[in-house]
């Protein structure tokens, strides 16, 4: 059994926005998916942080979650800010247990044990949003309850946006990570030429990993046994 992590697949099976006319690394990424995903067993997990489908709707990305769930281990999905299918864990989790999917589980306002650890975890914050402050507090709530939820259980946290980069940091989730003692925290949402600025190490008290697909090569990264 094994804990991985990976983030923005950007799936469009069903829609006309593929990520390959970006080109580069993103050339038949669908295939690389579904190649890296190989060393996967199926029971392990895979924590997927973020911006996991194009699509508008939950119908509209169907292709794309049947895509995920048929691929090997279990899933903890949490939002992106391109996941404009997203809606509420009652809706999504009725969505897929009516077309069988076993494998997708929603990471949101909770947490889940894998071993010794909590696996905790929400959007985040990035400075774009700066404007946007009952969403920026919205979202420091449900990360606390996620880290609340964890209890005395050391803690991975896995975020979409990186809660600090090169040039810029999110003080209010900085602090929250440190107060409930989170071990390590993965992120997403950077790609190309953004990746010289992830933070990839210790900052403060914190180990932080960027996780982006593009990054990873399309191969989900092994965070333990």
């Known amino acids: 059994m094994?804990?991985?992590?990976?983030?923005?697949?950007?799936?469009?099976?069903a829609s006309d926005k593929p990520m390959d006319v970006f080109g580069g690394g993103w050339e038949g990424y669908v295939d690389k998916l579904r190649e890296g995903f190989r060393a996967v067993r199926p029971?392990?997990?895979v924590v997927l942080c973020g911006d996991l489908s194009c699509?508008?709707?939950?119908?509209?990305?169907?292709?794309?979650?049947?895509?995920?769930?048929?691929?090997?281990?279990?899933?903890?999905?949490?939002k992106g800010n391109h996941d404009y299918w997203w809606n509420t864990s009652a809706k999504m989790n009725r969505f897929f247990a009516e077309?069988?999917?076993?494998?997708?589980?929603?990471?949101?306002?909770?947490?889940?044990?894998?071993?010794?650890?909590?696996?905790?975890?929400?959007?985040?914050?990035?400075?774009?949003?700066?404007g946007e402050q009952k969403v920026f507090k919205r979202e420091l709530i449900r990360l606390e309850a996620s880290l609340k939820a964890a209890g005395e259980r050391p803690k991975l946290c896995f975020l979409h946006y990186p809660p600090c980069y090169q040039g810029y940091t999110c003080?209010?989730?900085?602090?929250?990570?440190?107060?409930?003692?989170v071990e390590r925290c993965y992120y997403g949402h950077l790609h190309g030429g953004s990746h010289k600025l992830a933070v990839e190490g210790r900052y403060g008290a914190v180990e932080y990993h960027l996780v982006s697909a593009d990054y990873l090569g399309f191969r989900p990264q092994k965070i333990c046994e």
């Open 43 to 45: 029971e392990d997990t």
């Open 99 to 130: 077309h069988g999917w076993k494998c997708l589980n929603i990471l949101h306002n909770n947490c889940y044990e894998y071993g010794e650890y909590a696996l905790c975890g929400t959007r985040g914050w990035f400075y774009e949003e700066k």
């Open 171 to 181: 003080p209010e989730i900085l602090a929250l990570l440190e107060q409930y003692g």
């Open 2 to 13: 094994a804990l991985y992590a990976i983030g923005d697949t950007h799936l469009s099976l």
């Open 55 to 78: 699509a508008m709707g939950l119908e509209e990305g169907a292709r794309d979650f049947a895509f995920l769930d048929a691929l090997p281990g279990r899933k903890l999905l949490l």
